[in-house]
């Protein structure tokens, strides 16, 4: 049998009180339910061919956060916050409700933050994927890919050598793109970078139930810090991905796939549902 391959759709949606957001679709839109996957400094690309293997089961919605790949960012948008702000109106917009918010690298400081603001009840849980966020304790710390140069990032993001990619063989268009996209992080990730001194105090009024994923080999974010943002939530499951980097749904998406089914079922559905 042919299973023929997730339909996608991308449109920019004009929000209310908030910028302009370019969004990719995944699959059918089902009455309420839905994933929002949201991308880190890689960009939404990172995100796409995990949110394609997630629409056969839910629609899947991802954003492109302003500034990202040539879209526009209003100049007040240039916060974690903001962007937080503007995905729980996406989700207004949307009519979206009982909502996984998954969040790789920065994505997963801001899913943390929306979870904080989520005063209309959408969220109904997290999954973090090498997430960003808490201040690190010393001598952890959380490397920033401008200090660190494209050629170093690639070897401590990723454990598979041959998904690092290769800055000789890009075009001076892409290096662009790539710059562009570094730039705009920086305005989001703030300094410090990548960390709100002041978050983890916050998180522990994140009620809905938090999955952590954690790639054993993250060179990017260590794998005790994301076993210390894991302890910050009252309700939060970790779980190591064996062989990935600061990218596990791309070097280990069945095992990430798995670990997001097992929490699906013992945290998420009633019993004998």
Same mark, same amino acid.
């Given at each position: 049998m042919t299973v023929s391959a997730?339909?996608?759709?991308?449109?920019?949606i004009e929000l209310h009180h908030g910028p302009s957001v370019t969004v990719q679709e995944f699959g059918e839109h089902r009455a309420g339910a839905g994933v929002l996957m949201l991308h880190g400094g890689a960009g939404p690309r990172s995100m796409a061919g995990f949110a394609a293997g997630m629409s056969q089961h839910a629609h899947v919605?991802?954003?492109?956060h302003p500034g990202f790949d040539g879209t526009p960012r209003p100049e007040g948008t240039d916060t974690v916050a903001d962007l937080a702000c503007a995905?729980?109106? *996406?989700? $207004?917009e949307l009519g979206l409700d009982e909502v996984m918010v998954v969040g790789s690298s920065v994505g997963g400081w801001i899913a943390a933050e929306m979870a *904080?603001? $989520?005063n209309r009840g959408r969220i109904s849980s997290l999954v973090l994927l090498g997430a960003t966020g808490i201040t690190p304790e010393p001598p952890l710390a959380i490397a920033d890919p401008a200090d660190l140069g494209p050629v170093r990032t690639g070897e401590l993001a990723f454990h598979n050598p041959d998904l690092r990619p290769n800055p000789a063989a890009l075009g001076d268009e892409q290096k662009a793109a790539m710059a562009a996209n570094q730039h705009t992080l920086a305005v989001y990730a703030g300094d410090p970078f990548c960390h709100d001194p002041k978050l983890r105090g916050r998180l522990h009024r994140v009620g809905v139930p938090v999955l952590v994923l954690a790639g054993e080999q993250d060179g990017i974010v260590p794998l005790e810090y994301e076993r210390a943002l894991a302890d910050s939530f009252p309700r939060a499951t970790?779980?190591?991905i064996p062989e990935a980097g600061h990218f596990p749904h791309l070097e280990q998406p069945d095992a990430v796939s798995s670990a997001i089914g097992d929490f699906v079922a013992t945290e998420l559905k009633p019993e004998g549902d």
């Open positions: 997730p339909t996608s759709t991308t449109r920019t919605v991802v954003p492109t995905y729980l109106d *996406l989700l $207004d *904080l603001r $989520d970790f779980c190591p």
